[in-house]
Nanobody, 124 residues
Framework: QVQLVESGGGLVQAGDSLRVSCAAS????????MGWFRQAPGKEREFVAD????????RYSDSLKGRFTISRDNGKNTVYLQMNTLKPEDTAVYYC?????????????????WGQGTQVTVSS
């Protein structure tokens, strides 16, 4: 089992930056990749970014590339999502997830473990 705990969400203004974190515990040695997803009210869960746990390979949603950066600190078993130039449409609950497989990592169904989510609200 892997446990994931997100933190760092909050209320910010448009144009601000925010970093959310995801601390992993448990059988983290089995994880291949970590991903960030977000879900706004009334919308489906949306892929944001993912990163391989060992090699640091990263991938982003095309619509968010350039504003968001995913990174990891293996020593702390923590993955980060740095969000810059935030917009009101970035308002959502942000979830981190862990996968022990290599395929389909832009889809939520590929992930085995999920955190509880952290709310990010961007005011205009």
């Amino acid at each position: 089992q892997v446990q994931l705990v997100e933190s760092g969400g909050g209320l910010v203004q448009a144009g601000d930056s925010l970093r959310v974190s995801c601390a992993a515990s448990g059988r983290t040695s089995r994880m291949y990749a970590m991903g960030w997803f977000r879900q706004a009210p009334g919308k489906e869960r949306e892929f944001v970014a993912d990163i391989t746990w060992s090699g640091g390979y990263t991938r982003y949603s095309d619509s968010l590339k350039g504003r968001f950066t995913i990174s990891r600190d293996n020593g702390k078993n923590t993955v980060y999502l740095q969000m810059n130039t935030l917009k009101p449409e970035d308002t959502a609950v942000y979830y981190c997830a862990a996968a022990d497989k290599i395929v389909g990592l832009t889809r939520a169904t590929a992930y085995d473990y999920w955190g509880q989510g952290t709310q990010v609200t961007v005011s205009s």
